[in-house]
């Protein structure tokens, strides 16, 4: 989540009293990212929303998360710990382990539970994540407007996901099924417009730089 990326801005400190230091030996992996998140978003949230049936479908989920949500949204947040920018490094490396946790829970944990403690031991996983996801959305408010959209949905989705669970209320999961889809859809626009700026050497799709006296590369 960088300054090519749309995930940051080139004058918003990345570390506190520090600027991002800018390495062009390193391509810029916040497109990798949110592309990464985007999909395994998608796909989850297809079956969250019951788009696509039967359940026994779910198992194609499975690979997208360990490989593509999981480890090459975590090395993505590696990168970032490279080029200095600290909010892509937590995001992108907390959420590719909350894709592999997914996938370790799904084929490993939850098949040894009763149904009912599957289902609330999710809820409470959940819950974990919309702590997280909340105060990192407070920190794009200082980034810009596409980011605030990506995690405003993405926090909705998760307080869905918990009270569904939790509470083994499906429509609630299916409504943030949708609100997950929506998610989805803002991240790959914020990943488009990052390689589309990387690869077209100007801006061609805005991400509303929001830090005061930023201004988008």
């Known amino acids: 989540m960088s300054t090519e990326s749309g995930v ?66 975590l090395l993505a947040g590696m990168w970032e710990f490279k080029k200095a920018n600290t909010f892509g490094a937590l995001a992108f490396t907390s959420y590719g382990a909350f894709w592999l946790t997914v996938w370790y829970y799904i084929t490993t944990i939850a098949p040894k539970l009763p149904l009912l403690d599957a289902h609330r ?16 959305f407070v920190a794009t408010f200082r980034i810009n407007g596409a980011l605030v959209a990506v995690f405003g949905v993405l926090l909705l989705t998760f307080i869905c996901l918990t009270i569904g669970n939790w509470g083994l209320h499906s429509n609630i999961v299916k409504l943030g099924g949708y609100l997950g889809l929506l998610t989805a859809a803002l991240a790959w626009y914020t990943s488009f417009a990052g390689v589309l700026s990387n690869t077209w050497g100007r801006v061609v799709l805005p991400v509303f730089p929001l830090a005061p006296g930023a201004k988008a590369k």
């Open 121 to 136: 031991g999710f809820g409470l996983y959940v819950l974990t994540w919309t702590i997280f996801t909340a105060y990192m």
């Open 8 to 73: 940051a801005t080139e004058q918003v400190p990345e570390r506190a009293g520090a600027a991002a230091v800018a390495d062009p030996t390193i391509a810029d992996p916040g497109p990798l990212g949110l592309a990464a998140f985007a999909a395994t978003t998608f796909m989850l949230s297809v079956f969250n929303a019951k788009l696509m049936k039967p359940p026994t479908l779910e198992a194609v989920f499975l690979p997208l998360a360990l490989f593509y949500g999981g480890i090459a949204q």
